[in-house]
């Protein structure tokens, strides 16, 4: 059975910084991950994804020059660091994973509908 789990969201203030942990089970992290968000009354948005072997990650340009996603292949665990975070980005932080691919494709890695393990969250809350 495969189990996503995400754990590290917190509330902070603006300027601050977290890292999130996906923590898996029933799959090899050994391909593409993900990490999505979703605020209250949005879509749920993708945040970066990261392929095995060394490949660039993905990111949300909006995103990329304070998110770092990385990975523990031994720990099977992924991360995502975040640094001066903004009210803007509280919401809800998934982690998921697609059912085959070892590598994020470039046209569909930002979708949610490619992935099909997800986690159930971890909530992310910015205050000014």
């Known amino acids: 059975q495969v189990q996503l789990v995400e754990s590290g969201g917190d509330s902070v203030q603006a300027g601050g910084s977290l890292r999130l942990s996906c923590s898996t089970s029933?799959?090899?992290?050994?391909?593409?991950m993900a990490w999505f968000r979703q605020a209250p009354g949005s879509e749920r948005e993708a945040v970066a994804a990261?392929?095995?072997?060394?490949?660039?990650?993905f990111y949300a340009d909006a995103l990329k020059d304070r998110f770092t996603i990385s990975r523990d292949i031994p720990k099977n665990t992924v991360y995502l660091e975040m640094t001066r975070l903004r009210t803007e980005d509280t919401a809800m932080y998934y982690c998921?994973?697609?059912?085959?691919?070892?590598?994020?494709?470039?046209?569909?890695?930002?979708?949610?509908?490619?992935?099909?393990?997800w986690g159930q969250g971890t909530q992310v809350t910015v205050s000014s």
């Open positions: 029933g799959i090899l992290i050994n391909r593409c």
């Open positions: 990261v392929a095995t072997g060394g490949t660039t990650p």
């Open positions: 998921a994973a697609p059912e085959f691919s070892y590598l994020c494709s470039p046209s569909a890695w930002g979708k949610p509908d490619w992935y099909k393990y």
